[in-house]
Nanobody, 126 residues
């Protein structure tokens, strides 16, 4: 079955950086659009970034644009989220998600993703 396993979360000071990784198995990775979402207690999941199956098309939430970079390595079945200049409001559980097909205009919608990882905690605090 499909498995998505996130890693790389942790505690970092404001202004610091982290790189999240998501290793995928059980799917033809290169044909999937991959996304990152985040969630804080009491709220729904929020779109962070996505990268289409070819890798040339990336999309970001306005709140992270210019600070976060999503990338993928199809040879390693892995998607990354490089997070720079982290701020306390970036504190959340970060989830990796995968989808196949779908139209571009729905790439930010949580309900358009078929598979999810278990999440990794990112805490930004001094």
């Amino acid at each position: 079955q499909v498995q998505l396993v996130e890693s790389g979360g942790g505690l970092v000071r404001p202004g610091g950086s982290l790189r999240l990784s998501c290793a995928a198995s059980g799917l033809t990775f290169r044909t999937y659009t991959m996304g990152w979402f985040r969630q804080v207690p009491g709220k729904g999941r929020e779109f962070v970034a996505a990268i289409r199956y070819g890798g040339a098309s990336t999309h970001y939430a306005d709140s992270v644009k210019g600070r976060f970079t999503i990338s993928r390595d199809n040879a390693k079945n892995t998607v990354y989220l490089q997070m720079n200049n982290l701020q306390p409001e970036d504190t959340a559980v970060y989830f990796c998600a995968a989808r196949t097909g779908g139209i571009l205009s729905t790439i930010r919608r949580e309900d358009q993703y078929h598979h999810w990882g278990q999440g990794t905690q990112v805490t930004v605090s001094s």
